[in-house]
């Protein structure tokens, strides 16, 4: 199992930036070898998958953020990170990391994302 903690929500103006930030615990299975991935959930609507990262680093976005948004990670600090330019008013939502520890590479079926944050909210303002 592993824990995951988010931080770096809060409120911009659209066209602003955020960062946000997702730590995970120690567990045993070794940060790096498995996917990650941020998705996020605005209200009334389903949780929808905003980008993933595999083990080698590969990463996939959904189309609406491809050229905004970048997924990171710091294998050597158990870090996960989202970095969010140019944020649009339809990007606020809760955003929550979720871990899949038993594949390299990130699966299309997000119930396969075994492991969650609490989530961190952001709210971008017209």
């Known amino acids: 199992a592993v824990d995951l903690v988010e931080s770096g929500g809060g409120s911009v103006q659209a066209g602003g930036s955020l960062r946000l930030s997702c730590a995970a615990s120690e567990s045993s299975y070794t940060y790096g070898t498995y996917c990650m991935g941020w998705f996020r959930e605005a209200l009334g609507t389903e949780r929808e998958r905003v980008a993933t990262?595999?083990?080698?680093?590969?990463?996939r976005y959904t189309e609406s953020v491809k050229g905004r948004f970048t997924i990171s990670r710091d294998n050597a600090k158990n870090l996960l990170y989202l970095q969010m330019n140019n944020l649009k008013p339809e990007d606020a939502a809760m955003y929550y990391c979720?871990?899949?520890?038993?594949?390299?590479?990130?699966?299309?079926?997000?119930?396969?994302?075994?492991?969650w944050g609490q989530g961190t909210q952001v709210t971008v303002s017209s």
């Open positions: 990262i595999d083990s080698d680093g590969s990463a």
């Open positions: 979720a871990a899949d520890l038993w594949r390299e590479i990130c699966p299309d079926v997000t119930g396969l994302f075994a492991f």
